[in-house]
Each structure stands twice: as C-alpha cells, then as structure tokens.
C-alpha cells in the first residue's frame, strides 16, 4: 500500500472521502469498496507514459481483474479498450454496451460456442491462442461470413520472475505457439494466407505481477528476430505488438515495482530500438493491464468476529469473509496489508495472524500482521484487493458473496449486491422421489 491511509476526525478510515465505517453500516460486510480515482490515476499514468513517444498504441483493460457491468462502464468512459477470457466476461461487456470493435478476445481453450457469439458481435480481435482454435475459427467465419481479425498469441521462452501460477511465458507453458519450435512461424503462415482471417499482430502475455520490464525486453528482443525473418519469407509485417499486461502492484511495502512510466518507457523503447536495427516500420503498441488498474483501488472491509490465542503466542482474529472473498493468499500465499477501520493507528501494535471463515486451516488472510488492540466487532480493512478479489469469488460453504461499492469525491454507489441465501439455492432442483426418476 503506497498511498496514505486518511482518516475522518473520529479516527474512521476514509476511502474515496466516504466514511468506511458508515459504508459496513450501509452495506454490510465483507464490503468490496473501489475508489474510482485511484483507478482513473492509473489509466491516466498509462496514457500519459505512451504519450511521450511518437508511436500509436492502445490500453486494453484485462477485465478477468475485476468483471462487472459498472466497471466495463467506467472502462468505456475511461476510453480503455477491453479483453475479456470467456463468453462470461464477453456477455458482461457486451451487457454493459461496451463497444464490441473495442473487445479483444483470449484464451487457451475458447470453445466453439464462444468463438461464433465473439464472431457474430463483431469483436475487435480474437487472439488465436493454438492450431485447434486457428482452424475453428476459420470455419466459423466462412459459416458466418466474415472476416475475422486475429493476433497469434507467442509464447516467446522468457522466465518471468514471479509466482509459478502466474508465469505464462516459458517453453512449457499451457499457453500460446512457441517460437523456437517453429510453432509460430507456422501459425503466422497459415493466418495469413487464410481468406477468412486477417492477422493483425502478435501478442505475448508473459506473467503476472512483474516489478521490471526485463522480461519483456527479452521477450520483443526474441520476437523480433523471428518478426523480422518472416518478414522477408513471407513479405508480412505485423501492424501491431501486443506485449500483454503483468505490470506488478504495490500489495505490501515490500513490493517495489517500477512505475508505469518506467515500465511503458522501457518497452516502447525496446520496440523503437528493434526497428531501427531492422530497419523495420514500427507497429502500433498494445498492453493490456489488469491488476495494475484496479488492485489498489480495492480495499475489502470485514468485521472482526473470533479471535484467540496459541500457547505458541501466536493470536488469530477470525474475520466474516475469506478465501471466499480472496483466494489469492490461499491459491499463491500472497500477501497483503490491513488496518483497523473503526479507530485511529495507535502506537501499541501487535502482530495478529487473520483468518477466514471457511472449514480449511489454509484460509488464512494475513500470517503477521501488527494491528493495534483488536477485539471483536472491529471493523478491518484489507488493502490492494481490487483485482482477482471479487473476480475469484466463490460460494464455498455457501458463503453469500459480498457486495460491491464504488467510491468517489464522497459518493458511494452499489454496483453489484450482496448475493442471498435465494441467490445460493437459485439453480438448485429438488431431489426426485426414486419411481419418478426412470
Ligand atoms: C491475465 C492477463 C493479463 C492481465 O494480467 P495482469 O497481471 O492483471 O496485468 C493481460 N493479458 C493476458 C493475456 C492475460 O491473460
């Protein structure tokens, strides 16, 4: 958390100038609370790194962050292009009256069914992730009459430094052609002399919550050798790179990224330095980020329930949400930080170990973490949830999930309700009596 905690007189932590208390009052918790500037900041820290270099390019927002109508809404105001990973997230963009030119579609394993509603809506891009999709798509288009625009996803061979869970670009990845195997090279020739198909660029997407561009420089420098022999092969250059997102994020003090504009600076320049050796017309630059944009504009509140402690000294608060609400801990042992919300920090913090709810000994939140005197009924903030928080939610021991709320400049708005114990049983059916079953 890089941004300064404020708090109202009566020591309430603000988020978005509204008062955090008053929003558990109003919502209840766990509450998801997103403070829509911080989110404009970022997009605006984007647009204005690229803007220093004379090139054209596009900021698509990784909407499988944070998925929801209000946000693609604010994603279109922010004039953000939009990627979306399912028929789920498209639905939801589409439902949002999100432009559909602007929707870039990807995934290793888009089915059938998702492919023909992304090609009927008329999607700016499909990002061809393997050969099974490359071919599906191009019967789907000649059924449908159209031609469809793609990008090959590459998956150059860089080790990105991060979690093994959100490493995507390595030789053995699920995910994309290879380029050293000749995979690529194959791709990029059967999309471009596909009637139905209309390569407009090459994408690589090499990890998730990188501090540097290192590996993103390693990743064009690789690109570009091939970029530039299958340029004299086959007399085709590619109109745009898209270097995909991973733009790390300040979860705990600890986490030192580079900003964006160091971060943009260092790949721009990478690509404008490949052309000139090459002697190559520069493309258009695409990134795509996701947590960048929206995970430190989340903050999660809980009330504190529970709580005791170990003969090993060690002290757990139990809070009402957990790996339902956040499973990031859980599923990479991420870490993040918290305060109390309801009373100003004081100076005797003791370091408390927070739990969830859930029926697993690995729902835990927050190993260590020094709070100041807690008890039960606090209110408890956790920060730098926006992204992969509410998109991961779950109804694990048929908790409900939390509500979300967007603030600004004093304003609060509900943007998705808190499900009910009707939502968990909706799709449920009723067991047949055993003669009514043949
Ligand atoms: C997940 C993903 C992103 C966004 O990653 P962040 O770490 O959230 O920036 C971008 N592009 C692709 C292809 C992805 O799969």
Same mark, same amino acid.
């Not at 150059?156 to 390595?170: F, K, L, N, R």
């Not at 009373?343 to 408390?352: N, T």
């Not at 603030?407 to 055993?434: F, M, N, T």
């Given at each position: 958390?890089?941004?300064?905690?404020?708090?109202?007189?009566?020591?309430?932590?603000?988020?978005?100038?509204?008062? #955090?208390? @008053?929003?558990?009052?109003?919502?209840?918790?766990?509450?998801?609370?997103?403070?829509?500037?911080?989110?404009?900041?970022?997009?605006?820290?984007?647009?204005?790194?690229?803007?220093?270099?004379?090139?054209?390019?596009?900021?698509?927002?990784?909407?499988?962050?944070?998925?929801?109508?209000?946000?693609?809404?604010?994603?279109?105001?922010?004039?953000?292009?939009?990627?979306?990973?399912? /028929?789920?997230?498209?639905?939801?963009?589409?439902?949002?009256?999100?432009?559909?030119?602007?929707?870039?579609?990807?995934?290793?394993?888009?089915?059938?069914?998702?492919?023909?509603?992304?090609?009927?809506?008329?999607?700016? !891009?499909?990002?061809?992730?393997?050969?099974?999709?490359?071919?599906?798509?191009?019967?789907?288009?000649?059924?449908?009459?159209?031609?469809?625009?793609?990008?090959?996803?590459?998956?150059?061979?860089?080790?990105?430094?991060?979690?093994?869970?959100?490493?995507? /670009? @390595?030789?053995?990845?699920?995910?994309?052609?290879?380029?050293?195997?000749?995979?690529?090279?194959?791709?990029?020739?059967?999309?471009?002399?596909?009637?139905?198909?209309?390569?407009?660029?090459?994408?690589?997407?090499?990890?998730?919550?990188?501090?540097?561009?290192?590996?993103?420089?390693?990743?064009?420098?690789?690109?570009? =050798?091939?970029?530039?022999?299958?340029?004299?092969?086959?007399?085709?250059?590619?109109?745009?790179?898209?270097?995909?997102?991973?733009?790390?994020?300040?979860?705990?003090? #600890?986490?030192?990224?580079?900003?964006?504009?160091?971060?943009?600076?260092?790949?721009?320049?990478?690509?404008?330095?490949?052309?000139?050796?090459?002697?190559?017309?520069?493309?258009?630059?695409?990134?795509?980020p996701g947590r960048a944009l929206v995970g430190e504009a989340?903050?999660?509140?809980?009330?504190?329930?529970?709580?005791?402690?170990?003969?090993?000294?060690?002290?757990?608060?139990?809070?009402?949400?957990?790996?339902?609400?956040?499973?990031?801990?859980?599923?990479?042992?991420?870490?993040?930080?918290? !305060?109390?919300?309801?009373?100003?920090?004081?100076?005797?913090?003791?370091?408390?170990?927070?739990?969830?709810?859930?029926?697993? #000994?690995?729902?835990?939140?927050?190993?260590?973490? =020094?709070?100041?005197?807690?008890?039960?009924?606090?209110?408890?903030?956790?920060?730098?949830?926006?992204?992969?928080?509410?998109?991961?939610?779950?109804?694990?021991?048929?908790?409900?999930?939390?509500?979300?709320?967007?603030?600004?400049?004093?304003?609060?708005?509900?943007?998705?309700?808190?499900?009910?114990?009707?939502?968990?049983?909706?799709?449920?059916?009723?067991?047949?009596?055993? #003669?009514?079953?043949?």
């Open positions: 958390m890089n941004r300064e905690r404020i708090y109202s007189q009566e020591g309430h932590l603000m988020l978005g100038n509204v008062d #955090s208390v @008053q929003l558990a009052k109003t919502y209840g918790t766990p509450l998801y609370v997103f403070d829509t500037e911080i989110i404009r900041e970022k997009a605006a820290a984007f647009k204005e790194a690229f803007s220093r270099y004379p090139v054209n390019y596009q900021i698509a927002y990784a909407s499988k962050a944070f998925s929801t109508v209000a946000m693609v809404q604010l994603v279109d105001e922010l004039g953000l292009a939009l990627d979306v990973v399912s /028929g789920g997230e498209l639905y939801t963009a589409l439902s949002a009256d999100y432009p559909a030119e602007r929707i870039h579609f990807h995934g290793n394993n888009k089915s059938e069914e998702e492919l023909r509603y992304a090609v009927k809506a008329g999607i700016g !891009a499909v990002i061809v992730d393997n050969f099974y999709e490359l071919d599906m798509l191009s019967n789907i288009a000649r059924e449908e009459n159209k031609i469809v625009k793609v990008m090959l996803r590459i998956t150059p061979g860089v080790e990105a430094d991060t979690h093994a869970y959100i490493s995507t /670009g @390595q030789e053995d990845s699920k995910f994309g052609f290879y380029l050293t195997k000749g995979d690529a090279e194959e791709a990029f020739r059967r999309t471009i002399r596909d009637p139905q198909l209309l390569l407009i660029g090459l994408h690589f997407h090499i990890g998730s919550q990188l501090f540097t561009a290192k590996t993103h420089e390693q990743a064009i420098q690789a690109l570009y =050798e091939y970029v530039d022999q299958w340029y004299k092969t086959y007399q085709f250059l590619p109109g745009i790179i898209n270097v995909g997102g991973g733009f790390g994020i300040r979860y705990t003090e #600890s986490d030192l990224p580079e900003t964006p504009q160091t971060f943009i600076g260092a790949i721009v320049e990478c690509i404008l330095r490949e052309c000139e050796q090459r002697n190559l017309k520069v493309p258009e630059i695409w990134i795509e989340g903050t999660t509140l809980y009330t504190v329930g529970s709580m005791k402690s170990t003969r090993e000294g060690r002290t757990y608060i139990a809070v009402d949400g957990g790996m339902t609400d956040n499973l990031r801990p859980a599923l990479y042992q991420s870490k993040y930080e918290a !305060a109390i919300a309801n009373r100003f920090p004081s100076e005797s913090e003791k370091a408390v170990t927070v739990a969830g709810k859930c029926c697993e #000994s690995g729902d835990i939140l927050i190993d260590s973490i =020094e709070l100041s005197a807690v008890k039960p009924g606090d209110l408890l903030a956790v920060f730098c949830t926006g992204a992969y928080g509410y998109a991961m939610a779950n109804n694990y021991n048929r908790l409900p999930r939390p509500a979300v709320v967007f603030v600004e400049a004093g304003e609060a708005q509900l943007v998705v309700k808190r499900e009910s114990y009707e939502d968990l049983i909706r799709h449920d059916l009723p067991l047949k009596k055993r #003669s009514q079953i043949r």
